[in-house]
């Protein structure tokens, strides 16, 4: 696709986005304790952007609306459109389905064009939610797009000391540096270099997550170091192909 990102374009918001966050916003920082801890001006405040970071709550999507002031389009899981209602809530603040743990070449060309109007796209490279609230192995997807676009990454964290979304659960959200995907070692875009490129994005997003627990008094982790079960995953990724899913 080549960088299309040259000369900014205006990003206009959805009027569901416009409506509800005046209300709704002040109303997240208030009940859930929402804290931006670092990196909340990192976002361009216009041209294109891929937000990438890790998935604890199906609420995500909303924090992160509020964490910042644009209004960030996501790829959402394609079951939540078959429901009318979700489907049109969806749609309305932005979001599109994708097929997930495919090449979902429809999504791909959707999330594309997002970025060539100029609009930040919101991805969660690990696919579904964490059951733990660590950060997981991410898919290649977010790399294929960032690396065909020419758009930088801007990670992200998200954390929270509940494991259901509460009162007061405390939850934190951390932004990175802009990261391209040259940067992160993909030079011909080859599946070798989409896994190694998105391994080492999920262990800046681990990072960042680290500064949240920090931050709510609790321990840093570690980066996933079971080795047995990323060889085990890479393997399967370059036998069925799913390196590049979304």
Same mark, same amino acid.
């Given at each position: ?9 205006? @990003?206009?918001?959805? $009027?569901?986005? %416009?409506? /509800? ?10 009940i859930y304790g929402l804290r931006i801890i670092k990196g909340k001006k990192n976002l361009p405040k216009e041209g294109a952007a891929i937000a990438a970071g890790n998935h604890i709550h199906f609420s995500d999507p909303v924090f992160l609306y509020?964490? #910042?002031? =644009? #209004? ?5 899981? &394609? ?8 489907? $049109?809530? *969806? ?13 979902? +070449? ?25 059951? @733990?609230?660590?950060? !997981? %192995?991410?898919? &290649? !997807? ?5 690396? #065909? ?18 009162? !007061?659960?405390?939850? /934190?959200?951390?932004?990175? @540096? ?6 992160? !070692?993909?030079? +011909?875009?080859?599946? %070798?270099?989409? %896994?190694?490129? +998105? ?9 960042? #997550?680290?500064? *949240?627990?920090?931050? =709510? ?5 570690? &980066?996933d170091d079971d080795k047995k079960t990323a060889e085990k995953a890479e393997k399967k990724e370059a036998e069925t192909g799913e390196?590049?899913?979304?």
């Amino acid at each position: 696709m080549g960088n299309k990102n040259k000369k900014a374009k205006k @990003d206009s918001k959805t $009027w569901l986005y %416009r409506l /509800t966050m005046p209300i709704a916003g002040p109303l997240v920082y208030t009940i859930y304790g929402l804290r931006i801890i670092k990196g909340k001006k990192n976002l361009p405040k216009e041209g294109a952007a891929i937000a990438a970071g890790n998935h604890i709550h199906f609420s995500d999507p909303v924090f992160l609306y509020f964490a #910042q002031k =644009r #209004q960030i389009r996501y790829m959402a899981k &394609a079951e939540l459109f078959k429901n009318k209602f979700l489907g $049109w809530v *969806c749609g309305n603040y932005g979001a599109f389905p994708v097929e997930r743990g495919s090449a979902d +070449t429809e999504s791909l060309s959707t999330a594309e064009q997002m970025l060539v109007d100029g609009k930040i796209l919101g991805i969660f490279p690990e696919g579904t939610r964490s059951k @733990d609230g660590k950060v !997981g %192995r991410g898919k &290649a !997807g977010v790399l294929l797009i960032a690396h #065909q676009s020419g758009v930088p990454i801007y990670p992200f964290a998200v954390f929270s000391k509940k494991s259901a979304l509460r009162i !007061g659960s405390k939850y /934190t959200i951390a932004f990175g @540096d802009p990261v391209t995907a040259e940067e992160l !070692g993909v030079v +011909t875009g080859s599946p %070798r270099e989409y %896994r190694e490129a +998105t391994r080492k994005l999920m262990n800046i997003i681990t990072e960042l #997550q680290n500064d *949240c627990r920090e931050y =709510r008094g609790l321990p840093r982790i570690t &980066a996933d170091d079971d080795k047995k079960t990323a060889e085990k995953a890479e393997k399967k990724e370059a036998e069925t192909g799913e390196a590049v899913g979304v």
